[in-house]
């Protein structure tokens, strides 16, 4: 079964950190771009931040220079660096692919979803 398997979230308090990372399974991710997406409650999922098969990476507005995303293709592993949490960021966190570029970037473009990680940004 191709998906991805996704950890790193967790409760922190506004302005702190967490890295989550999204770990292929059953496929290799070299010749896909991968996205990170948020779902927070009574919302629909959202896009975050996708890094091309090239390495190339976008990010939303609203998370620009605080959060990172990279890939390690030898560890079949994507990245999602954040700092600076704020409660607005509160959110199940997914991971999906596409082949090679990011763009059109949204959830109907992408696929093999995990089950996502909790991220709660509370005091």
């Known amino acids: 079964q191709l998906q991805f398997v996704e950890s790193g979230g967790g409760l922190v308090q506004p302005g702190g950190s967490l890295r989550l990372s999204c770990a292929a399974s059953?496929?290799?991710?070299?010749?896909?771009?991968i996205g990170w997406f948020r779902q927070a409650p009574g919302k629909e999922r959202e896009g975050v931040s996708c890094?091309?098969?090239?390495?190339?990476?976008n990010y939303e507005d609203s998370v620009k220079d605080r959060f990172t995303i990279s890939r390690d293709n030898a560890k079949n592993t994507v990245y999602l660096q954040m700092n600076s949490l704020k409660p607005e960021d509160t959110a199940v966190y997914y991971c999906?692919?596409?082949?090679?570029?990011?763009?059109?970037?949204?959830?109907?473009?992408?696929?093999?979803w995990g089950q996502g990680t909790q991220v709660t940004v509370s005091s």
């Open positions: 999906a692919a596409r082949l090679y570029r990011c763009s059109p970037f949204n959830v109907a473009e992408f696929g093999s």
């Open positions: 059953g496929f290799t991710i070299d010749l896909s771009a």
């Open positions: 890094i091309s098969r090239g390495g190339v990476s």
